[in-house]
């Protein structure tokens, strides 16, 4: 990733998924910039940054157009173009987060879900090409919860769905300018996000148990993952929605010794 350098959107905190990846691009050479909204997510964001020599730290509310100009026009005033784009954000309200998708999901809640989880990727994408002179590469965070029911993630899992299929167009449309584009659906890790949804032990404790490999997802293969994507290594690579999850998304029924330790039977 020497002289490269990418837009990374949507790191909250040390635990962050976008914080990691953004840790790998730093330790292969990518120069980054990052953004922020609001005054408190700057205070833990702008350390990080700073950390990793980032010399463009600008606020962002994907909600609104003007601030997504100024974020974009920051970023090519500064360097002119770019190579790579993150996108790790999502957003639902918590009360979405629980119980019965049909009867607790909102016509708020649901536009909600969808302009910050899905659509915000289409704007970003749209605006990042513009500055991708020389072709480039880009990704968003997923989760299996877009393929599969999840308990509790409900209006998320269909924004994420979305958000999956937009991956797909926006790779179809910016592919003949040399352009990639990918997700990757990261297996549970307890991160910020991760804390808003309800029966979230229960989901560490059941991936744990019946995934592949026995453990939940390691930050470390997620931001390897990004890395092959966002380089050289993942010529040839887009339109894909890349599990790292441990082979959980492989697995049709879990062993049965597996199934009764997540359940904590004996």
Same mark, same amino acid.
């Given at each position: 990733?020497?002289?490269?350098?990418?837009?990374?959107?949507?790191?909250?905190?040390?635990?962050?998924?976008?914080?990691?990846?953004?840790?790998?691009?730093?330790?292969?050479?990518?120069?980054?910039?990052?953004? &922020?909204?609001?005054?408190?997510?700057?205070?833990?964001?702008?350390?990080?940054?700073?950390? *990793?020599?980032?010399?463009?730290?600008?606020?962002? /509310?994907?909600?609104?157009?003007?601030?997504?100009?100024?974020?974009?026009?920051?970023?090519?005033?500064?360097?002119?173009?770019?190579?790579?784009?993150? %996108?790790?954000?999502? &957003?639902?309200?918590?009360?979405?987060?629980?119980?019965?998708? *049909?009867?607790?999901?909102?016509?708020?809640?649901?536009?909600?879900?969808?302009?910050?989880?899905?659509?915000?990727?289409?704007?970003?994408? #749209? #605006?990042?090409?513009?500055?991708?002179?020389?072709?480039?590469? $880009?990704?968003?965070?997923?989760?299996?919860?877009?393929?599969?029911?999840?308990?509790?993630?409900?209006?998320?899992?269909?924004?994420?769905?979305?958000?999956?299929?937009?991956?797909r167009y926006i790779a179809a449309d910016l592919g003949p300018r040399g352009i990639r584009?990918?997700?990757i659906s990261a297996g549970p890790i307890k991160t910020l996000a991760a804390a808003g949804?309800?029966?979230?032990?229960? $989901?560490? #404790?059941?991936?744990?148990?019946?995934?592949?490999?026995?453990?939940?997802?390691?930050?470390?293969?997620?931001?390897?993952?990004?890395?092959?994507?966002?380089?050289?290594?993942?010529?040839?690579?887009?339109?894909?929605? %890349? %599990? *790292? /999850?441990?082979?959980?998304?492989?697995?049709?029924?879990?062993?049965?010794?597996?199934?009764?330790?997540?359940?904590?039977?004996?």
């Amino acid at each position: 990733m020497k002289g490269k350098r990418g837009l990374v959107m949507g790191v909250a905190n040390k635990n962050s998924i976008a914080w990691a990846i953004a840790q790998q691009l730093h330790a292969q050479g990518a120069e980054l910039a990052f953004t &922020f909204q609001g005054e408190a997510l700057e205070r833990r964001v702008r350390p990080l940054a700073e950390s *990793v020599g980032s010399e463009i730290i600008v606020p962002c /509310d994907v909600t609104d157009d003007a601030s997504m100009d100024a974020c974009f026009a920051a970023v090519k005033e500064k360097w002119g173009k770019i190579d790579f784009l993150v %996108h790790s954000i999502a &957003f639902a309200g918590k009360e979405q987060l629980e119980g019965s998708f *049909v009867d607790n999901t909102t016509r708020d809640g649901f536009l909600s879900a969808m302009n910050i989880s899905a659509y915000s990727f289409v704007d970003a994408a #749209r #605006r990042a090409s513009q500055i991708m002179s020389e072709g480039g590469s $880009m990704i968003t965070m997923t989760y299996l919860g877009s393929e599969r029911v999840i308990p509790n993630y409900n209006v998320m899992g269909v924004a994420k769905a979305a958000l999956e299929a937009s991956t797909r167009y926006i790779a179809a449309d910016l592919g003949p300018r040399g352009i990639r584009v990918n997700a990757i659906s990261a297996g549970p890790i307890k991160t910020l996000a991760a804390a808003g949804i309800g029966s979230g032990r229960h $989901m560490f #404790r059941f991936n744990k148990a019946t995934a592949a490999m026995q453990d939940n997802t390691d930050l470390e293969g997620v931001a390897g993952a990004a890395l092959y994507l966002l380089s050289s290594l993942g010529t040839s690579c887009t339109g894909e929605t %890349h %599990h *790292v /999850d441990g082979g959980f998304h492989a697995i049709g029924m879990p062993q049965e010794k597996a199934l009764k330790e997540s359940l904590g039977i004996e």
